[in-house]
């Protein structure tokens, strides 16, 4: 196992995922390094970690291309007041924690100068803009990969890198048991249940929510006795739940329950779930329950993405297990005609509920690793492995 006295480390990450993320390796850090001394752009996990907060994960929260246009101004300020001041620290290592269309230009220019530079969870090569393999290259020391596939790409492309699991996977509690969860949320235990899971980032819950709120009125006109939990990840988008149903006069006795927060028990509590394509769809399959997929973009927006997709499928499940395990809706045919049977079929057939579970709990094996142990390894091992190559940005 390799150890260090002290070490300075400079960490970005860009939403509620990253954060998590982000924290996990922290942790997996200071177990082996007593003097660590992490800063950068953190959220609430990675502060409680012991990060330094320079700038919040807040800052980074956009969603689509145009948002991104609307925001370059800005972002391009905070890329560069960062890189500054991080040349100015000089630490150890600098992490970036996904986010890369800020994080690899950040990393470039930390690489230039010298300081070495890791990065945890690969862009999504493997589903589109694969030439961005040429950027990383010039950008990382390292890469830690979530998803065990990744690691041929990487060898491939002659890129060190490391499969070091899914942090979730190892701490999910994917066993916890549907009735301790609906207690902790005060729900009925004999009650039907669906979990709504429209994002974690305002601009997706403002383009996906209202479908959502409209297939839980498809739903419950078939199923008068379901019952809703809808979870935010955060007070922003809390808000923008309660607004957008109370705009919506169909929602009025739909029993929609709002929750700051508790997404892991409403998960946990649900009988099945309709979720955002996103990191949220692993989460569920972690909690092995049953789940219809969906997204939405702006209309420009989805034409670029559509345009540049390699992948058939959009959910992490699906993916990862190289199927369609659960059926995925997105644009146009997100809609509550196509998602409420789909969520109808989760609730009602026995023997696709016990093939889900058993599938979840194989993928679920398959990324428990270990991954804060192992990524805290690989980064000391980069770090002891020489200096940055200092290749140009």
Request: hydrophobic share 45%.
């Amino acid at each position: 196992m390799n150890g260090r006295a002290s070490l300075r480390v400079a960490i970005v990450a860009g939403e509620k995922s990253g954060d998590m993320l982000g924290a996990d390796v922290v942790r997996g850090l200071r177990a082996r390094c007593p003097e660590l001394q992490v800063v950068g752009m953190a959220g609430p996990a990675m502060i409680a970690a012991g990060v330094e907060p320079w700038w919040s994960i807040e800052d980074l929260s956009v969603h689509g291309f145009t948002d991104v246009l609307r925001q370059y101004p800005r972002l391009h300020r905070l890329r560069e007041s960062l890189k500054s001041r991080l040349r100015d620290w000089r630490p150890d290592v600098f992490l970036g924690v996904d986010a890369p269309d800020f994080n690899l230009g950040v990393e470039t220019a930390l690489r230039a100068a010298g300081i070495r530079t890791v990065h945890f969870v690969s862009p999504s090569i493997w589903a589109w803009r694969g030439g961005r393999i040429n950027a990383i290259r010039r950008a990382v020391d390292h890469m830690l990969l979530v998803f065990p596939f990744e690691q041929r790409i990487y060898d491939a492309a002659r890129i060190p890198a490391t499969y070091v699991g899914h942090p979730l996977a190892d701490h999910l509690p994917g066993d916890l048991h549907r009735d301790t969860a609906r207690r902790r949320l005060g729900v009925d235990p004999s009650a039907l249940v669906v979990a709504l899971l429209p994002g974690s980032r305002r601009a997706e819950v403002r383009e996906i929510g209202p479908c959502f709120i409209a297939t839980a009125a498809w739903l419950r006109a078939h199923r008068p006795a379901v019952r809703f939990l809808l979870p935010s990840s955060n007070e922003a988008t809390l808000s923008i739940m309660e607004a957008m149903i109370g705009a919506t006069p169909a929602t009025e006795g739909l029993g929609i329950t709002v929750l700051q927060g508790h997404s892991h028990e409403a998960m946990a509590a649900a009988d099945a779930v309709l979720v955002a394509s996103g990191t949220a769809t692993l989460e569920v399959a972690l909690f092995r329950r049953p789940m219809v997929i969906a997204y939405r973009l702006g209309a420009i927006n989805y034409q670029i993405m559509k345009r540049l997709a390699y992948q058939k499928h959009i959910g992490l499940p699906n993916i990862l297990c190289g199927e369609t395990v659960v059926p995925e809706f997105v644009q146009d045919a997100a809609t509550p005609e196509h998602m409420g049977p789909a969520l109808l079929r989760m609730l009602e057939d026995r023997a696709l509920q016990a093939r889900l579970h058993t599938r979840f709990d194989e993928l679920g094996s398959s990324l428990r690793l270990g991954c804060a142990e192992r990524a805290a390894d690989a980064i000391l091992a980069t770090l002891s492995s020489g200096s940055a190559q200092g290749v140009q940005s």
